[in-house]
Each structure stands twice: as structure tokens, then as C-alpha cells.
């Protein structure tokens, strides 16, 4: 099938409360411009410097979101266009996208990474370490950044069980939070292979790559 339909059947089955990224880590511009050309206009990448390759050839009304790990040394290369950075995880990098965002004279937005998976891989906060973070003066003053929301990654399993548990862990987080920071409004969990499940426990934005644009090499 063809990207434009791959994409056509996952928007079919997406409530309308719920935003769709296209991750297009390591595929080419051409796969892009299918998606585009088909509606897409969010796009996720994992590496700053791929993303900024292709922010720089590809039509300036996309929004482009950073879901990896980031290094901070890389941050100021996407801070002039970088719409949303989702995978954030100490007050550190924070404040290198405040200190960045400012000299363009913007606002980025950020999710805190949580950590919900049992993998020792997976990256992310733990309950405790997030509301440090949204409660820190410190990151009080930063107004170069908006804290939107939370992410999280599934751990990788058959287990549906354990995964639709994880979800839910993230949205009682999230949920618990929302009551005291009401600029918590997204929840972005789901990928490919885990997002039907991820919409059913409460997620507001899913990361889906494979299932739109083939397997990556
Ligand atoms: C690669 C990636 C995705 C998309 O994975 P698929 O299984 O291809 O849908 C989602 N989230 C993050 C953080 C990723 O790195």
C-alpha cells in the first residue's frame, strides 16, 4: 500500500481528540513529500541534524516535533523552528532550550519524558522527578518554554496487557498533574505497533512511523 493510504486508514481510526505524527526518521524526502501531499503536516525525527537537513528542503508549514533522546550541545541547531521537542528529562536541558528558544524570540513547547517501560533502555523521569520539575522555581523563570504535556514509551513486548498497564500508568500520572498544571494538555504514547491500545487508555498524540511509510533498514 501506498503511504497515502497507510496514512488515509490510520486517520480513519483516529478520534478527533487525538494528533497523528508522522515519524519519518530515515526516510527520504520524497516519502515525506507523499505524506505531505496526502494532508500530513506534523513530522517527527530523532536526530537533531536529520531534522534540520530536512526542515531546510521541505515546505515551511510543517511542524516539525524532535522525539529522541537529545543531546543539549545539538539543541540550538532546531531551536529557530522545532515546534514541539517531546522527549525531555532534566531541568538541564530545559534550560538550554529556554536559553536557545530566547534568541530566536520564541516559545518552544516540551513534554516530559516519563519513564513507564521496564527496560533499563528506555529514558524518562519518574513520577517524583516530574513534579520536581514542574514545581522548580527555577524552571518557573524560564520563559522561553511552555511544558505541555507528558510522553512515554510502551516497553517492547507481545504482552498487551503490560502495555495497556503502562499507558494507563502515564495517564493517571498525567491525569494527577492536569489537576494542578493546567498547561498540561497532551499525553503522546502510541507508536506502530502500540497505538490502538494507547488511544483506548487516553493518549492525545501518537508517534507512528512503519505503519505509514514501510519498515526502516
Ligand atoms: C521511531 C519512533 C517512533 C515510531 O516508531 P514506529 O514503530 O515506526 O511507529 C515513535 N516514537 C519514538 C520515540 C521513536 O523513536
Given at each position: 500500500?501506498?503511504?497515502?493510504?497507510?496514512?488515509?486508514?490510520?486517520?480513519?481510526?483516529?478520534?478527533?481528540?487525538?494528533?497523528?505524527?508522522?515519524?519519518?526518521?530515515?526516510?527520504?524526502?520524497?516519502?515525506?513529500?507523499?505524506?505531505?501531499?496526502?494532508?500530513?503536516?506534523?513530522?517527527?525525527?530523532?536526530?537533531?541534524?536529520?531534522?534540520?537537513?530536512?526542515?531546510?528542503?521541505?515546505?515551511?508549514?510543517?511542524?516539525?516535533?524532535?522525539?529522541?533522546?537529545?543531546?543539549?550541545?545539538?539543541v540550538k541547531y532546531m531551536a529557530s523552528f522545532v515546534?514541539?521537542?517531546?522527549?525531555?528529562?532534566?531541568?538541564?536541558?530545559?534550560k538550554e532550550i529556554n536559553k536557545q528558544a530566547k534568541k530566536h524570540n520564541r516559545v518552544i513547547?516540551?513534554?516530559?519524558?516519563?519513564?513507564?517501560?521496564?527496560?533499563?533502555?528506555?529514558?524518562?523521569?519518574?513520577?517524583?522527578?516530574?513534579?520536581?520539575?514542574?514545581?522548580?522555581?527555577?524552571?518557573?523563570?524560564f520563559k522561553n518554554i511552555?511544558?505541555?504535556?507528558?510522553?512515554?514509551?510502551?516497553?517492547?513486548?507481545?504482552?498487551?496487557?503490560?502495555?495497556?498497564?503502562?499507558?494507563?500508568?502515564?495517564?493517571?500520572?498525567?491525569?494527577?498533574?492536569?489537576?494542578?498544571?493546567?498547561?498540561?494538555?497532551?499525553?503522546?504514547?502510541?507508536?506502530?505497533?502500540?497505538?490502538?491500545?494507547?488511544?483506548?487508555?487516553?493518549?492525545?498524540?501518537?508517534?507512528?512511523?512503519?505503519?505509514?511509510?514501510?519498515?526502516?533498514?
Amino acid at each position: 500500500m501506498s503511504i497515502a493510504e497507510n496514512l488515509q486508514l490510520i486517520k480513519n481510526e483516529l478520534p478527533k481528540k487525538v494528533t497523528l505524527v508522522a515519524v519519518s526518521k530515515t526516510k527520504p524526502i520524497t516519502s515525506i513529500m507523499e505524506a505531505y501531499g496526502a494532508g500530513q503536516r506534523i513530522f517527527g525525527e530523532n536526530k537533531i541534524q536529520e531534522m534540520v537537513d530536512k526542515q531546510l528542503q521541505l515546505p515551511g508549514d510543517i511542524r516539525w516535533h524532535m522525539i529522541g533522546h537529545l543531546q543539549r550541545n545539538k539543541v540550538k541547531y532546531m531551536a529557530s523552528f522545532v515546534s514541539l521537542i517531546h522527549g525531555v528529562d532534566s531541568i538541564k536541558t530545559l534550560k538550554e532550550i529556554n536559553k536557545q528558544a530566547k534568541k530566536h524570540n520564541r516559545v518552544i513547547d516540551c513534554l516530559l519524558q516519563a519513564k513507564i517501560a521496564t527496560e533499563a533502555t528506555k529514558f524518562g523521569l519518574c513520577g517524583i522527578e516530574i513534579a520536581t520539575i514542574l514545581n522548580s522555581l527555577e524552571v518557573k523563570e524560564f520563559k522561553n518554554i511552555n511544558i505541555v504535556g507528558l510522553m512515554g514509551m510502551a516497553t517492547f513486548t507481545d504482552d498487551k496487557k503490560q502495555v495497556r498497564k503502562e499507558f494507563n500508568n502515564l495517564k493517571v500520572l498525567f491525569d494527577k498533574f492536569k489537576t494542578n498544571h493546567e498547561e498540561l494538555k497532551i499525553v503522546s504514547m502510541g507508536m506502530s505497533s502500540d497505538f490502538k491500545l494507547a488511544i483506548e487508555e487516553g493518549s492525545t498524540m501518537i508517534r507512528v512511523g512503519s505503519s505509514i511509510f514501510g519498515n526502516r533498514n
